[in-house]
Protein backbone atom coordinates (compact mmCIF):
# COMPACT_ATOMS: atom_id res chain seq x y z
CA UNK A 1 0.00 0.00 0.00
CA UNK A 2 1.18 3.24 -0.78
CA UNK A 3 2.56 5.18 2.16
CA UNK A 4 2.89 9.14 1.82
CA UNK A 5 4.80 11.33 4.26
CA UNK A 6 4.19 15.00 4.65
CA UNK A 7 7.20 16.55 6.12
CA UNK A 8 7.38 19.76 7.91
CA UNK A 9 9.00 20.69 11.22
CA UNK A 10 7.06 22.05 13.98
CA UNK A 11 7.96 25.31 15.78
CA UNK A 12 6.13 26.81 18.76
CA UNK A 13 3.29 28.63 18.50
CA UNK A 14 4.73 31.72 20.71
CA UNK A 15 8.23 31.68 17.85
CA UNK A 16 5.34 31.07 14.85
CA UNK A 17 3.42 34.16 15.78
CA UNK A 18 6.78 36.22 16.28
CA UNK A 19 7.83 35.49 13.37
CA UNK A 20 4.80 35.92 11.45
CA UNK A 21 4.20 39.78 13.06
CA UNK A 22 7.77 40.33 11.95
CA UNK A 23 6.89 39.28 8.65
CA UNK A 24 3.86 41.15 8.58
CA UNK A 25 5.09 44.58 9.42
CA UNK A 26 7.74 44.45 7.03
CA UNK A 27 5.55 43.35 4.09
CA UNK A 28 1.98 44.76 4.93
CA UNK A 29 2.98 48.43 3.88
CA UNK A 30 4.22 47.49 0.17
CA UNK A 31 1.56 44.46 -0.13
CA UNK A 32 -1.41 47.15 0.24
CA UNK A 33 -0.43 49.67 -2.13
CA UNK A 34 0.26 47.04 -4.55
CA UNK A 35 -3.06 45.65 -4.70
CA UNK A 36 -4.30 49.05 -4.23
CA UNK A 37 -3.24 49.74 -7.54
CA UNK A 38 -4.01 46.51 -9.40
CA UNK A 39 -7.44 46.81 -7.82
CA UNK A 40 -8.00 50.14 -7.80
CA UNK A 41 -9.26 50.38 -4.35
CA UNK A 42 -7.39 51.01 -0.98
CA UNK A 43 -10.80 49.16 0.72
CA UNK A 44 -10.77 45.88 -1.65
CA UNK A 45 -6.88 45.61 -1.26
CA UNK A 46 -7.07 45.94 2.68
CA UNK A 47 -9.16 42.89 2.11
CA UNK A 48 -6.85 41.07 -0.06
CA UNK A 49 -3.98 41.29 1.64
CA UNK A 50 -5.95 40.21 5.73
CA UNK A 51 -7.32 36.89 3.82
CA UNK A 52 -3.41 36.45 2.25
CA UNK A 53 -1.92 37.07 5.90
CA UNK A 54 -4.52 34.87 7.26
CA UNK A 55 -3.97 32.01 5.13
CA UNK A 56 -0.53 32.35 4.79
CA UNK A 57 -0.62 32.33 8.87
CA UNK A 58 -2.34 28.93 8.71
CA UNK A 59 -0.06 27.54 6.58
CA UNK A 60 3.28 29.07 8.36
CA UNK A 61 4.84 25.97 8.98
CA UNK A 62 4.73 23.99 5.27
CA UNK A 63 5.52 27.04 3.44
CA UNK A 64 9.38 27.66 3.19
CA UNK A 65 9.55 30.86 1.07
CA UNK A 66 6.88 33.51 3.14
CA UNK A 67 7.43 36.61 1.21
CA UNK A 68 6.94 34.84 -2.08
CA UNK A 69 4.37 32.97 -1.26
CA UNK A 70 2.54 35.84 0.24
CA UNK A 71 3.23 38.13 -2.71
CA UNK A 72 1.93 35.31 -5.41
CA UNK A 73 -1.40 34.90 -2.96
CA UNK A 74 -2.35 38.89 -2.84
CA UNK A 75 -2.15 38.63 -6.59
CA UNK A 76 -4.45 35.75 -7.25
CA UNK A 77 -6.49 37.27 -4.82
CA UNK A 78 -6.29 40.28 -7.33
CA UNK A 79 -6.85 38.69 -9.90
CA UNK A 80 -10.15 37.07 -8.47
CA UNK A 81 -11.31 40.46 -7.35
CA UNK A 82 -11.03 41.74 -11.07
CA UNK A 83 -13.20 38.77 -12.21
CA UNK A 84 -15.37 39.76 -9.89
CA UNK A 85 -15.29 43.32 -11.06
CA UNK A 86 -15.56 42.70 -14.57
CA UNK A 87 -18.79 41.17 -13.89
CA UNK A 88 -20.22 43.93 -12.25
CA UNK A 89 -18.52 46.68 -14.44
CA UNK A 90 -18.50 49.47 -11.96
CA UNK A 91 -16.20 52.45 -12.54
CA UNK A 92 -13.62 52.55 -9.91
CA UNK A 93 -12.62 56.24 -8.03
CA UNK A 94 -9.41 57.37 -8.16
CA UNK A 95 -7.24 56.97 -5.57
CA UNK A 96 -5.35 60.33 -6.38
CA UNK A 97 -6.64 63.16 -3.76
CA UNK A 98 -5.36 66.15 -5.73
CA UNK A 99 -5.17 64.76 -9.37
CA UNK A 100 -3.41 66.23 -11.91
CA UNK A 101 -5.03 66.76 -16.10
CA UNK A 102 -5.22 63.31 -17.38
CA UNK A 103 -4.71 61.64 -14.41
CA UNK A 104 -8.31 60.56 -14.46
CA UNK A 105 -8.57 58.91 -18.22
CA UNK A 106 -5.29 57.21 -17.51
CA UNK A 107 -6.34 55.48 -14.51
CA UNK A 108 -9.54 54.55 -15.96
CA UNK A 109 -8.16 52.87 -18.87
CA UNK A 110 -5.38 51.05 -16.34
CA UNK A 111 -8.19 49.80 -14.64
CA UNK A 112 -10.02 48.54 -17.77
CA UNK A 113 -7.31 46.61 -18.94
CA UNK A 114 -7.42 43.27 -18.89
CA UNK A 115 -6.10 41.86 -15.18
CA UNK A 116 -2.78 40.13 -16.68
CA UNK A 117 -2.11 43.30 -18.70
CA UNK A 118 -2.62 45.68 -16.00
CA UNK A 119 -0.94 43.36 -13.15
CA UNK A 120 2.29 43.15 -15.66
CA UNK A 121 1.85 47.37 -16.30
CA UNK A 122 1.79 48.00 -12.81
CA UNK A 123 4.91 45.58 -11.89
CA UNK A 124 6.86 47.17 -14.60
CA UNK A 125 5.93 50.74 -13.68
CA UNK A 126 5.43 50.89 -10.05
CA UNK A 127 8.07 47.82 -8.99
CA UNK A 128 10.43 48.56 -11.76
CA UNK A 129 11.06 44.89 -11.83
CA UNK A 130 12.13 42.80 -14.91
CA UNK A 131 10.35 40.68 -16.87
CA UNK A 132 11.55 37.63 -15.83
CA UNK A 133 10.60 38.54 -12.28
CA UNK A 134 6.98 39.41 -13.00
CA UNK A 135 6.84 36.43 -14.76
CA UNK A 136 7.50 34.42 -11.38
CA UNK A 137 4.40 36.68 -9.70
CA UNK A 138 1.93 36.22 -11.98
CA UNK A 139 3.02 32.30 -12.65
CA UNK A 140 3.03 32.74 -16.23
CA UNK A 141 6.57 32.11 -18.72
CA UNK A 142 9.17 35.18 -19.09
CA UNK A 143 8.30 35.17 -22.46
CA UNK A 144 4.94 36.08 -21.80
CA UNK A 145 5.28 39.29 -19.93
CA UNK A 146 6.34 41.04 -22.62
CA UNK A 147 3.38 40.59 -24.95
CA UNK A 148 0.97 41.27 -22.05
CA UNK A 149 2.81 44.71 -21.17
CA UNK A 150 2.91 45.81 -25.12
CA UNK A 151 -0.83 44.93 -25.55
CA UNK A 152 -1.06 46.85 -22.16
CA UNK A 153 0.64 49.56 -23.43
CA UNK A 154 -1.30 49.50 -26.94
CA UNK A 155 -4.71 49.71 -25.10
CA UNK A 156 -3.61 52.47 -22.83
CA UNK A 157 -2.38 54.49 -26.40
CA UNK A 158 -5.71 54.13 -27.92
CA UNK A 159 -7.75 55.04 -24.87
CA UNK A 160 -5.28 58.52 -24.31
CA UNK A 161 -5.29 59.63 -27.79
CA UNK B 1 13.70 53.80 -25.43
CA UNK B 2 11.25 56.04 -23.10
CA UNK B 3 7.91 57.20 -24.22
CA UNK B 4 5.23 59.94 -22.41
CA UNK B 5 3.53 57.21 -21.62
CA UNK B 6 6.07 55.54 -20.13
CA UNK B 7 6.70 58.72 -17.77
CA UNK B 8 3.15 59.06 -17.29
CA UNK B 9 2.41 56.00 -15.94
CA UNK B 10 5.45 55.73 -14.10
CA UNK B 11 4.42 58.88 -12.30
CA UNK B 12 0.61 58.41 -11.85
CA UNK B 13 1.42 54.90 -10.11
CA UNK B 14 4.31 56.70 -8.31
CA UNK B 15 2.05 58.72 -6.68
CA UNK B 16 -1.31 56.64 -6.23
CA UNK B 17 0.82 54.18 -4.73
CA UNK B 18 2.01 56.77 -1.90
CA UNK B 19 -1.64 58.12 -1.47
CA UNK B 20 -2.96 54.90 -0.28
CA UNK B 21 -3.41 54.88 3.37
CA UNK B 22 -2.31 51.59 4.65
CA UNK B 23 -3.99 50.90 8.16
CA UNK B 24 -1.69 47.09 9.57
CA UNK B 25 -3.64 45.07 11.76
CA UNK B 26 -1.98 41.76 12.56
CA UNK B 27 -3.75 41.45 15.21
CA UNK B 28 -7.03 41.11 13.38
CA UNK B 29 -4.91 38.75 11.16
CA UNK B 30 -3.67 36.80 14.65
CA UNK B 31 -7.40 36.58 16.37
CA UNK B 32 -8.37 34.84 12.82
CA UNK B 33 -5.21 31.75 13.37
CA UNK B 34 -6.25 28.52 14.20
CA UNK B 35 -3.22 27.12 15.54
CA UNK B 36 -0.67 25.35 13.61
CA UNK B 37 -1.46 23.04 11.21
CA UNK B 38 -0.95 19.25 12.09
CA UNK B 39 1.83 17.46 10.57
CA UNK B 40 0.13 14.13 9.48
CA UNK B 41 2.45 11.03 8.92
CA UNK B 42 -0.19 8.90 6.89
CA UNK B 43 1.32 5.72 7.91
CA UNK B 44 -0.32 6.26 11.00
CA UNK B 45 -3.50 6.92 9.06
CA UNK B 46 -4.59 3.94 7.30
CA UNK B 47 -8.04 5.47 6.38
CA UNK B 48 -6.78 8.41 5.12
CA UNK B 49 -4.37 6.76 2.76
CA UNK B 50 -7.26 4.51 1.88
CA UNK B 51 -8.97 7.66 0.70
CA UNK B 52 -6.03 8.79 -1.28
CA UNK B 53 -5.47 4.95 -3.17
CA UNK B 54 -9.55 5.01 -3.56
CA UNK B 55 -9.39 8.61 -5.08
CA UNK B 56 -6.36 7.19 -7.24
CA UNK B 57 -8.65 4.36 -8.59
CA UNK B 58 -11.05 6.15 -9.48
CA UNK B 59 -9.15 9.17 -11.23
CA UNK B 60 -7.84 6.15 -13.39
CA UNK B 61 -11.27 4.91 -13.96
CA UNK B 62 -12.07 8.66 -14.91
CA UNK B 63 -9.28 9.07 -17.17
CA UNK B 64 -9.70 6.08 -19.39
CA UNK B 65 -6.30 5.16 -18.41
CA UNK B 66 -7.97 1.70 -17.04
CA UNK B 67 -10.69 0.79 -18.99
CA UNK B 68 -12.24 -2.11 -16.94
CA UNK B 69 -14.31 -2.02 -13.86
CA UNK B 70 -12.09 -1.77 -10.84
CA UNK B 71 -13.28 -2.36 -6.92
CA UNK B 72 -11.78 -0.33 -4.64
CA UNK B 73 -12.28 0.32 -0.55
CA UNK B 74 -13.75 3.58 -0.17
CA UNK B 75 -13.16 5.41 3.63
CA UNK B 76 -15.78 2.92 5.35
CA UNK B 77 -14.31 0.08 3.54
CA UNK B 78 -17.55 -0.47 1.97
CA UNK B 79 -16.40 -1.78 -1.60
CA UNK B 80 -18.13 -0.21 -4.65
CA UNK B 81 -17.73 -0.76 -8.94
CA UNK B 82 -16.28 2.59 -10.00
CA UNK B 83 -17.01 1.56 -13.68
CA UNK B 84 -16.62 3.84 -16.45
CA UNK B 85 -18.42 6.59 -14.91
CA UNK B 86 -20.15 7.83 -18.37
CA UNK B 87 -19.58 7.78 -22.11
CA UNK B 88 -16.94 9.82 -21.72
CA UNK B 89 -14.56 7.21 -22.00
CA UNK B 90 -16.00 5.48 -24.73
CA UNK B 91 -14.49 4.91 -28.40
CA UNK B 92 -11.53 7.37 -29.16
CA UNK B 93 -12.76 9.86 -27.29
CA UNK B 94 -10.07 10.25 -24.33
CA UNK B 95 -11.62 13.54 -22.57
CA UNK B 96 -13.56 14.97 -20.72
CA UNK B 97 -14.85 13.98 -17.96
CA UNK B 98 -16.39 17.31 -17.40
CA UNK B 99 -19.74 16.86 -15.59
CA UNK B 100 -19.49 13.28 -15.42
CA UNK B 101 -17.65 12.92 -11.98
CA UNK B 102 -18.04 9.63 -10.51
CA UNK B 103 -20.20 9.65 -7.15
CA UNK B 104 -17.07 8.37 -5.12
CA UNK B 105 -15.64 11.19 -5.72
CA UNK B 106 -18.17 13.56 -4.57
CA UNK B 107 -16.52 13.66 -0.95
CA UNK B 108 -12.97 13.22 -1.60
CA UNK B 109 -10.64 16.07 -0.59
CA UNK B 110 -7.40 16.96 -2.09
CA UNK B 111 -4.95 19.48 -0.39
CA UNK B 112 -4.15 21.12 -3.28
CA UNK B 113 -5.57 24.52 -2.83
CA UNK B 114 -3.98 27.56 -1.74
CA UNK B 115 -7.44 29.15 -0.95
CA UNK B 116 -7.03 31.78 -3.87
CA UNK B 117 -10.26 30.30 -5.85
CA UNK B 118 -10.34 27.12 -7.76
CA UNK B 119 -7.16 25.92 -9.06
CA UNK B 120 -6.22 22.80 -11.49
CA UNK B 121 -4.07 20.82 -10.80
CA UNK B 122 -2.30 17.83 -11.79
CA UNK B 123 -3.04 14.99 -10.07
CA UNK B 124 -0.53 12.54 -11.53
CA UNK B 125 1.53 11.76 -15.17
CA UNK B 126 1.57 7.81 -16.46
CA UNK B 127 4.12 7.02 -19.32
CA UNK B 128 2.98 3.49 -20.83
CA UNK B 129 6.32 1.43 -22.40
CA UNK B 130 5.80 1.42 -26.06
CA UNK B 131 4.06 4.66 -26.48
CA UNK B 132 5.60 8.36 -26.90
CA UNK B 133 2.37 9.92 -24.72
CA UNK B 134 2.50 10.92 -21.31
CA UNK B 135 -1.04 11.07 -19.73
CA UNK B 136 -1.57 13.48 -17.22
CA UNK B 137 -4.38 13.81 -15.27
CA UNK B 138 -5.74 17.32 -13.73
CA UNK B 139 -8.45 18.14 -11.32
CA UNK B 140 -10.18 21.16 -11.25
CA UNK B 141 -10.14 22.03 -7.36
CA UNK B 142 -12.60 24.39 -5.58
CA UNK B 143 -11.31 26.39 -2.36
CA UNK B 144 -12.24 23.06 0.35
CA UNK B 145 -10.42 20.36 -1.30
CA UNK B 146 -13.40 19.29 -3.60
CA UNK B 147 -12.61 17.93 -6.96
CA UNK B 148 -15.31 19.90 -9.25
CA UNK B 149 -13.49 17.59 -12.47
CA UNK B 150 -11.22 15.52 -13.77
CA UNK B 151 -9.32 15.65 -17.29
CA UNK B 152 -6.56 14.12 -18.86
CA UNK B 153 -4.30 15.64 -21.51
CA UNK B 154 -1.67 13.69 -23.54
CA UNK B 155 1.53 15.42 -24.56
CA UNK B 156 4.54 13.75 -26.97
CA UNK B 157 6.91 11.80 -24.54
CA UNK B 158 10.34 12.84 -26.33
CA UNK B 159 11.97 13.04 -22.59
CA UNK B 160 11.40 9.99 -21.47
CA UNK B 161 12.52 6.59 -22.61
CA UNK B 162 11.34 3.28 -21.61
CA UNK B 163 12.40 1.18 -18.45
CA UNK B 164 15.70 0.38 -20.18
CA UNK B 165 17.39 3.83 -20.22
CA UNK B 166 20.71 4.35 -18.52
CA UNK B 167 19.99 6.48 -15.07
CA UNK B 168 20.91 10.24 -15.71
CA UNK B 169 22.95 11.95 -13.46
CA UNK B 170 21.20 13.13 -10.26
CA UNK B 171 20.48 11.14 -6.51
CA UNK B 172 19.62 7.66 -8.35
CA UNK B 173 18.50 5.03 -5.96
CA UNK B 174 18.52 1.37 -6.78
CA UNK B 175 16.05 -0.22 -5.50
CA UNK B 176 16.92 -3.86 -6.87
CA UNK B 177 15.47 -6.19 -9.79
CA UNK B 178 15.89 -3.34 -12.26
CA UNK B 179 13.44 -0.52 -10.20
CA UNK B 180 15.42 2.89 -10.15
CA UNK B 181 14.03 5.75 -8.53
CA UNK B 182 15.59 8.93 -9.19
CA UNK B 183 14.41 12.57 -7.27
CA UNK B 184 15.38 15.49 -9.53
CA UNK B 185 14.08 18.30 -7.32
CA UNK B 186 10.57 18.24 -7.04
CA UNK B 187 10.28 15.39 -9.69
CA UNK B 188 10.15 11.97 -8.83
CA UNK B 189 10.55 9.03 -11.59
CA UNK B 190 10.93 5.22 -11.20
CA UNK B 191 11.85 3.30 -13.25
CA UNK B 192 11.21 -0.59 -13.46
CA UNK B 193 10.67 -3.70 -15.67
CA UNK B 194 7.67 -2.15 -17.94
CA UNK B 195 6.97 0.78 -16.21
CA UNK B 196 8.01 4.10 -16.12
CA UNK B 197 5.97 7.04 -13.23
CA UNK B 198 6.59 10.70 -13.04
CA UNK B 199 5.56 12.10 -10.20
CA UNK B 200 6.05 15.91 -8.73
CA UNK B 201 5.35 17.27 -5.27
CA UNK B 202 8.86 16.60 -3.66
CA UNK B 203 9.65 14.70 -0.76
CA UNK B 204 5.83 12.94 -0.78
CA UNK B 205 6.38 12.36 -4.58
CA UNK B 206 9.67 10.26 -4.15
CA UNK B 207 7.88 8.33 -1.03
CA UNK B 208 4.97 7.61 -3.54
CA UNK B 209 7.07 6.12 -6.51
CA UNK B 210 9.18 3.96 -3.87
CA UNK B 211 5.74 2.22 -2.84
CA UNK B 212 4.78 2.05 -6.16
CA UNK B 213 7.76 0.40 -6.68
CA UNK B 214 7.07 -2.38 -4.23
CA UNK B 215 3.43 -2.68 -5.08
CA UNK B 216 4.34 -2.95 -8.70
CA UNK B 217 7.33 -5.96 -7.95
CA UNK B 218 4.91 -7.77 -5.64
CA UNK B 219 1.58 -7.68 -7.71
CA UNK B 220 3.30 -7.30 -11.47
CA UNK B 221 -0.29 -4.72 -11.35
CA UNK B 222 0.37 -2.01 -14.03
CA UNK B 223 -0.48 0.63 -14.45
CA UNK B 224 -3.44 0.19 -12.24
CA UNK B 225 -1.78 1.76 -9.35
CA UNK B 226 0.19 4.01 -11.15
CA UNK B 227 -1.50 7.03 -11.20
CA UNK B 228 -1.63 8.41 -7.82
CA UNK B 229 -2.26 11.68 -6.15
CA UNK B 230 0.32 14.56 -5.36
CA UNK B 231 -0.07 17.50 -4.10
CA UNK B 232 1.83 19.94 -6.01
CA UNK B 233 4.20 22.16 -3.61
CA UNK B 234 1.92 24.83 -1.75
CA UNK B 235 1.58 27.80 -2.99
CA UNK B 236 1.47 26.78 -6.58
CA UNK B 237 -0.40 28.78 -9.09
CA UNK B 238 -2.73 28.35 -11.68
CA UNK B 239 -0.26 28.91 -14.56
CA UNK B 240 2.70 27.61 -13.04
CA UNK B 241 1.42 23.67 -12.56
CA UNK B 242 4.15 20.65 -12.28
CA UNK B 243 1.95 19.48 -15.42
CA UNK B 244 5.29 21.28 -17.16
CA UNK B 245 6.79 17.49 -17.01
CA UNK B 246 6.81 16.33 -20.82
CA UNK B 247 4.97 19.48 -22.10
CA UNK B 248 8.11 19.98 -24.35
CA UNK B 249 8.17 23.27 -26.27
CA UNK B 250 10.21 24.90 -28.79
CA UNK B 251 11.22 28.18 -27.54
CA UNK B 252 13.23 31.01 -29.68
CA UNK B 253 16.33 31.83 -29.10
CA UNK B 254 19.27 34.45 -30.14
CA UNK B 255 22.56 32.85 -30.92
CA UNK B 256 25.57 34.92 -30.32
CA UNK B 257 26.10 35.72 -33.98
CA UNK B 258 22.79 37.11 -34.19
CA UNK B 259 21.03 34.35 -36.37
CA UNK B 260 17.95 33.15 -34.53
CA UNK B 261 17.37 29.35 -33.46
CA UNK B 262 14.85 27.16 -31.57
CA UNK B 263 15.78 25.34 -28.59
CA UNK B 264 13.44 23.32 -26.44
CA UNK B 265 12.13 24.14 -22.90
CA UNK B 266 9.78 22.75 -20.51
CA UNK B 267 12.13 19.23 -21.03
CA UNK B 268 12.47 20.44 -17.14
CA UNK B 269 15.94 20.44 -15.15
CA UNK B 270 19.22 19.45 -17.24
CA UNK B 271 19.53 15.90 -15.61
CA UNK B 272 16.01 15.14 -17.03
CA UNK B 273 16.83 16.78 -20.26
CA UNK B 274 19.51 14.78 -20.73
CA UNK B 275 18.33 11.40 -19.66
CA UNK B 276 17.29 11.03 -23.45
CA UNK B 277 20.49 11.09 -24.54
CA UNK B 278 21.42 8.15 -24.13
CA UNK B 279 25.34 8.64 -23.70
CA UNK B 280 27.87 9.62 -20.57
CA UNK B 281 26.60 13.35 -19.86
CA UNK B 282 29.66 15.80 -19.04
CA UNK B 283 29.38 18.86 -16.52
CA UNK B 284 30.20 21.80 -18.45
CA UNK B 285 29.86 25.82 -17.23
CA UNK B 286 27.56 27.97 -19.35
CA UNK B 287 27.41 31.38 -18.38
CA UNK B 288 27.15 31.73 -14.85
CA UNK B 289 26.10 28.11 -14.57
CA UNK B 290 26.28 24.42 -14.87
CA UNK B 291 24.86 22.51 -17.38
CA UNK B 292 24.93 19.07 -19.22
CA UNK B 293 26.74 17.97 -22.44
CA UNK B 294 25.81 14.74 -23.76
CA UNK B 295 26.48 12.85 -27.49
CA UNK B 296 22.73 12.19 -28.52
CA UNK B 297 22.93 9.16 -31.90
CA UNK B 298 24.93 11.89 -34.35
CA UNK B 299 23.55 14.71 -32.21
CA UNK B 300 24.79 16.56 -29.22
CA UNK B 301 22.37 17.33 -26.75
CA UNK B 302 23.76 20.70 -24.58
CA UNK B 303 20.93 21.15 -21.33
CA UNK B 304 21.78 23.99 -18.95
CA UNK B 305 19.51 26.23 -16.93
CA UNK B 306 19.21 30.11 -18.49
CA UNK B 307 19.82 33.35 -15.75
CA UNK B 308 16.18 33.87 -16.16
CA UNK B 309 15.80 30.37 -14.68
CA UNK B 310 14.28 28.76 -17.51
CA UNK B 311 15.95 25.41 -18.18
CA UNK B 312 17.11 25.15 -21.69
CA UNK B 313 17.79 22.50 -24.27
CA UNK B 314 19.67 22.35 -27.49
CA UNK B 315 19.84 19.69 -30.17
CA UNK B 316 22.31 19.79 -32.88
CA UNK B 317 24.16 18.10 -35.13
CA UNK B 318 27.95 20.02 -34.42
CA UNK B 319 30.06 18.32 -32.36
CA UNK B 320 30.35 18.76 -28.65
CA UNK B 321 32.82 21.97 -28.68
CA UNK B 322 30.95 23.85 -31.60
CA UNK B 323 27.86 23.13 -29.71
CA UNK B 324 28.86 23.97 -26.59
CA UNK B 325 30.26 27.40 -28.07
CA UNK B 326 26.80 28.11 -29.64
CA UNK B 327 24.97 26.70 -26.69
CA UNK B 328 27.07 29.26 -24.66
CA UNK B 329 26.02 32.21 -26.57
CA UNK B 330 22.03 31.47 -26.98
CA UNK B 331 19.84 34.27 -25.30
CA UNK B 332 15.87 33.71 -24.79
CA UNK B 333 13.85 36.14 -26.43
CA UNK B 334 10.25 36.93 -25.99
CA UNK B 335 8.11 36.93 -29.14
CA UNK B 336 7.88 40.89 -29.89
CA UNK B 337 11.58 40.43 -30.13
CA UNK B 338 11.18 37.39 -32.45
CA UNK B 339 8.54 39.14 -34.34
CA UNK B 340 10.84 42.30 -35.39
CA UNK B 341 13.38 39.79 -35.95
CA UNK B 342 11.82 36.63 -38.00
CA UNK B 343 10.50 38.05 -41.24
CA UNK B 344 14.21 38.95 -42.59
CA UNK B 345 14.76 35.17 -43.86
CA UNK B 346 14.64 34.73 -47.18
CA UNK B 347 11.15 34.09 -48.81
CA UNK B 348 12.58 31.12 -50.91
CA UNK B 349 13.21 29.22 -47.39
CA UNK B 350 9.98 27.84 -46.77
CA UNK B 351 9.90 25.88 -44.08
CA UNK B 352 9.29 22.21 -43.90
CA UNK B 353 6.46 20.98 -42.62
CA UNK B 354 6.33 18.05 -40.19
CA UNK B 355 4.54 14.83 -41.65
CA UNK B 356 2.83 14.39 -38.20
CA UNK B 357 0.88 17.13 -39.20
CA UNK B 358 -0.63 16.48 -42.84
CA UNK B 359 -1.48 12.45 -41.13
CA UNK B 360 -4.41 13.63 -39.32
CA UNK B 361 -7.57 11.57 -40.44
CA UNK B 362 -9.45 15.53 -40.66
CA UNK B 363 -6.93 16.34 -42.67
CA UNK B 364 -7.87 16.47 -46.25
CA UNK B 365 -12.02 16.71 -45.68
CA UNK B 366 -13.51 19.35 -45.77
CA UNK B 367 -14.00 21.61 -42.25
CA UNK B 368 -16.53 21.16 -40.24
CA UNK B 369 -19.05 23.74 -39.93
CA UNK B 370 -18.08 26.59 -37.79
CA UNK B 371 -19.12 30.26 -37.21
CA UNK B 372 -15.86 32.00 -38.05
CA UNK B 373 -14.64 29.52 -40.78
CA UNK B 374 -15.97 30.92 -44.00
CA UNK B 375 -13.35 30.24 -46.44
CA UNK B 376 -11.65 32.98 -48.90
CA UNK B 377 -9.20 33.52 -46.44
CA UNK B 378 -7.09 30.74 -44.30
CA UNK B 379 -8.36 30.06 -40.88
CA UNK B 380 -6.63 28.71 -37.51
CA UNK B 381 -9.06 26.83 -35.70
CA UNK B 382 -7.94 26.57 -32.33
CA UNK B 383 -9.15 24.00 -30.03
CA UNK B 384 -9.26 25.41 -26.31
CA UNK B 385 -10.79 24.70 -22.70
CA UNK B 386 -10.61 26.94 -19.83
CA UNK B 387 -10.29 24.44 -17.47
CA UNK B 388 -7.04 22.44 -19.85
CA UNK B 389 -3.67 24.02 -18.65
CA UNK B 390 -1.76 23.90 -21.47
CA UNK B 391 -4.59 25.54 -23.40
CA UNK B 392 -3.91 28.77 -21.30
CA UNK B 393 -0.34 29.07 -22.21
CA UNK B 394 -1.76 28.47 -25.42
CA UNK B 395 -4.27 31.55 -25.68
CA UNK B 396 -1.05 33.78 -24.61
CA UNK B 397 0.93 32.56 -27.82
CA UNK B 398 -2.02 33.66 -29.81
CA UNK B 399 -2.27 37.24 -28.84
CA UNK B 400 0.65 38.11 -31.20
CA UNK B 401 0.50 35.64 -34.01
CA UNK B 402 -3.08 37.03 -34.34
CA UNK B 403 -1.89 40.47 -34.45
CA UNK B 404 1.00 39.60 -37.37
CA UNK B 405 -1.63 37.24 -39.05
CA UNK B 406 -4.04 40.34 -39.19
CA UNK B 407 -1.99 42.76 -40.04
CA UNK B 408 -0.32 40.47 -43.31
CA UNK B 409 -4.34 40.20 -43.94
CA UNK B 410 -2.95 36.26 -44.15
CA UNK B 411 -5.12 34.36 -42.10
CA UNK B 412 -7.66 34.80 -39.05
CA UNK B 413 -7.50 32.64 -35.89
CA UNK B 414 -10.61 31.21 -34.22
CA UNK B 415 -10.50 30.04 -30.32
CA UNK B 416 -13.25 27.31 -30.51
CA UNK B 417 -14.08 26.42 -26.36
CA UNK B 418 -15.17 22.70 -25.98
CA UNK B 419 -17.06 21.87 -22.73
CA UNK B 420 -16.99 25.38 -21.62
CA UNK B 421 -19.87 27.13 -19.92
CA UNK B 422 -20.29 30.74 -21.18
CA UNK B 423 -19.29 32.29 -17.77
CA UNK B 424 -15.68 30.60 -17.53
CA UNK B 425 -15.36 31.57 -21.20
CA UNK B 426 -16.20 35.24 -20.65
CA UNK B 427 -14.00 35.68 -18.32
CA UNK B 428 -11.32 33.86 -19.70
CA UNK B 429 -11.92 36.15 -22.57
CA UNK B 430 -11.90 39.38 -20.27
CA UNK B 431 -8.49 37.95 -17.82
CA UNK B 432 -6.41 37.42 -21.37
CA UNK B 433 -7.56 40.43 -23.50
CA UNK B 434 -9.04 38.07 -26.32
CA UNK B 435 -9.54 40.30 -29.20
CA UNK B 436 -10.13 37.48 -31.98
CA UNK B 437 -13.46 35.41 -32.64
CA UNK B 438 -14.15 33.13 -29.80
CA UNK B 439 -16.60 30.38 -30.53
CA UNK B 440 -18.08 27.71 -27.85
CA UNK B 441 -18.93 24.39 -29.29
CA UNK B 442 -21.79 22.05 -29.71
CA UNK B 443 -22.19 18.82 -28.76
CA UNK B 444 -22.36 17.81 -32.66
CA UNK B 445 -19.04 19.99 -33.51
CA UNK B 446 -17.47 18.52 -30.43
CA UNK B 447 -17.85 15.37 -32.53
CA UNK B 448 -16.90 16.56 -35.84
CA UNK B 449 -13.70 18.00 -35.10
CA UNK B 450 -13.07 15.47 -32.47
CA UNK B 451 -10.36 16.57 -30.26
CA UNK B 452 -8.36 13.72 -29.13
CA UNK B 453 -6.15 16.17 -26.59
CA UNK B 454 -6.10 19.69 -25.68
CA UNK B 455 -5.09 22.28 -27.55
CA UNK B 456 -5.44 21.07 -30.75
CA UNK B 457 -4.49 23.53 -33.93
CA UNK B 458 -6.52 23.01 -37.02
CA UNK B 459 -5.27 24.80 -40.44
CA UNK B 460 -8.13 25.46 -42.77
CA UNK B 461 -7.19 26.48 -46.19
CA UNK B 462 -9.08 29.25 -48.55
CA UNK B 463 -11.44 26.81 -49.37
CA UNK B 464 -12.87 25.12 -46.34
CA UNK B 465 -9.97 22.06 -46.38
CA UNK B 466 -8.37 20.82 -43.60
CA UNK B 467 -4.65 20.72 -44.40
CA UNK B 468 -2.86 20.25 -41.37
CA UNK B 469 -3.65 19.17 -37.60
CA UNK B 470 -1.48 19.62 -34.47
CA UNK B 471 -2.21 18.13 -31.51
CA UNK B 472 -0.41 19.51 -28.19
CA UNK B 473 0.73 23.18 -27.53
CA UNK B 474 2.20 24.93 -30.77
CA UNK B 475 4.45 27.89 -30.43
CA UNK B 476 3.68 31.43 -32.48
CA UNK B 477 6.63 30.74 -34.75
CA UNK B 478 5.83 27.24 -35.07
CA UNK B 479 1.69 28.69 -36.13
CA UNK B 480 3.51 31.05 -38.74
CA UNK B 481 5.73 28.19 -40.35
CA UNK B 482 3.18 26.19 -40.51
CA UNK B 483 0.84 28.05 -42.62
CA UNK B 484 3.59 28.98 -45.20
CA UNK B 485 5.19 25.62 -45.42
CA UNK B 486 1.47 24.59 -45.94
CA UNK B 487 0.91 26.99 -48.78
CA UNK B 488 -0.66 29.51 -47.83
Redesign the interface.
Known sequence: MATMIVEGSRVGDDERRAAFTALYRREVDGQVRRAALMTGSAEAAHDVVHDAFVELLRRWDEVRDPGPYLSRSVLNRCRDQARREATARRKLPLLLPDPEPGDEVLWDALQALPFNHRAAVVLRYYHQLPQDEIAILLGCRPGTVGPWIQRGLRTLRKALA | MTTD??D???D???????????????E???A??????P?????DHPRR?RR??ALAAAVLVAVGVVGAATTIATRDDRPVDVAAPSTTTAGERRFPVLGHLPAELADARIDAN????VVQTALGSVFTPGTDVVRTAYGLVTEDGTIASIVQVAAAAESVEDGAAPPPPGDVEDLGDGYRVMILGQESWLYGPGITVAAVG???AG??VR??AD?HRTTGAAPA?LL?VVPPP??L????PPATLGAQAE?VARAADGSMLTVETGVGRPELAIMSAGGTARPVTIGDGEGLVAPQTGLTRVAWTDP???DVSLVTELGEEEALAVARGVE??????WRATYPERPADELPQVPASITTHPLVGQPAPELAGVEGGRWTVVSLTASWCVPCL?QL?VL??VQDLLQEEDRARIVSVFVEDTPEAVD?LI????IDWPTVRATEEQLVAWGPYGLPMTVFVDADGIVRGVVEGEISGRQIDETLAGLGE
Open positions: LDRLTLLARAGAAVEVRPDAAVLEDAGPAIVDLRTRLDGAGGPAELALEASSGTLLATSGVLVDEATADGPAAEKG
